[in-house]
């Protein structure tokens, strides 16, 4: 069988500051930009607030918990970045990406590979 072909669409740069999100302080995600549809939008509000909700010390442990939640859901391979100041640039999967604030962190949460 051949192998199948991932969809992405085209890479996209964003410069995220989380503490300038309108949602600072709520207990619930702030959407920023997102191609999943609304069910799996849902599914990562409540395991983002979950994992947020642990209180982990670092971002890369919360980023970490909430890419293999995502793994184990959506099959391989998913990838997380969580924190306050930081710019990406990443091609994903069509309807695999988004980027959410919750209270003073960012997150951007895609799948590609």
């Known amino acids: 069988m051949g192998r199948r072909k991932k969809k992405s669409i085209p890479h996209i740069a964003l410069r995220?500051?989380?503490?300038?999100?309108?949602?600072?302080?709520?207990?619930?995600?702030?959407?920023?930009?997102?191609?999943m549809t609304r069910s799996?939008?849902?599914?990562?509000?409540?395991?983002?607030t979950t994992v947020f909700n642990k209180n982990h010390n670092l971002d890369?442990?919360?980023?970490?918990?909430?890419?293999?939640?995502f793994d184990n859901r959506y099959g391989p391979t998913w990838h997380c970045?969580?924190?306050r100041n930081f710019g990406s640039h990443v091609p994903h999967e069509v309807k695999h990406y988004i980027h959410f604030f919750f209270k003073d962190k960012a997150v951007l949460l895609y799948k590609f590979g």
């Not at 995220?16 to 191609?35: C, E, G, H, L, Y």
């Not at 799996?40 to 983002?48: G, L």
């Not at 890369?60 to 939640?69: D, Y």
């Open 16 to 35: 995220m500051r989380a503490t300038n999100s309108p949602k600072n302080q709520s207990n619930k995600i702030f959407i920023v930009s997102t191609d």
């Open 40 to 48: 799996m939008q849902i599914e990562t509000s409540d395991i983002s």
């Open 60 to 69: 890369r442990v919360t980023a970490e918990e909430i890419k293999i939640e």
């Open 81 to 83: 970045i969580v924190g």
